[in-house]
């Protein structure tokens, strides 16, 4: 069946970098758009970047400049590079695939904590 995992949070100061990962399995991932989405302590779950299955990304204003997505289609993973990371990214990452006639599907969520 479709799976997705996420990886690669952690704890970190402010002003650190991390890189969060989503593994696909159950899926023809290069047909696949992927989105990244956190929520917060008492938040409600929000977009935070997005790429198409051609590559085309597209990132909140918060995290622009700062996050990158990629995609290595390979590996059938997707990856977020956060760098300058401040105590407001601190929530629980979701990974999001939307694919042609299957539909959606959701990861378990990755924590990332950042102190100051």
């Known amino acids: 069946q479709v799976q997705l995992v996420e990886s690669g949070g952690g704890s970190v100061h402010s002003g650190g970098r991390l890189r969060l990962a989503c593994a696909a399995s159950?899926?023809?991932?290069?047909?696949?758009?992927i989105e990244w989405h956190r929520q917060g302590p008492g938040k409600q779950r929000e977009l935070v970047a997005q790429?198409?299955?051609?590559?085309?990304?597209n990132y909140d204003d918060s995290v622009k400049g700062r996050f990158i997505l990629f995609r290595d289609d390979d590996k059938s993973s997707a990856y977020l590079e956060m760098n300058n990371l401040k105590p407001e990214d601190s929530a629980v990452y979701y990974c999001?695939?939307?694919?042609?006639?299957?539909?959606?599907?959701w990861g378990q969520g990755t924590r990332v904590i950042v102190s100051s």
């Open positions: 999001r695939a939307d694919l042609p006639v299957l539909g959606d599907f």
């Open positions: 159950g899926m023809v991932f290069e047909d696949a758009s």
């Open positions: 790429i198409s299955n051609k590559g085309v990304t």
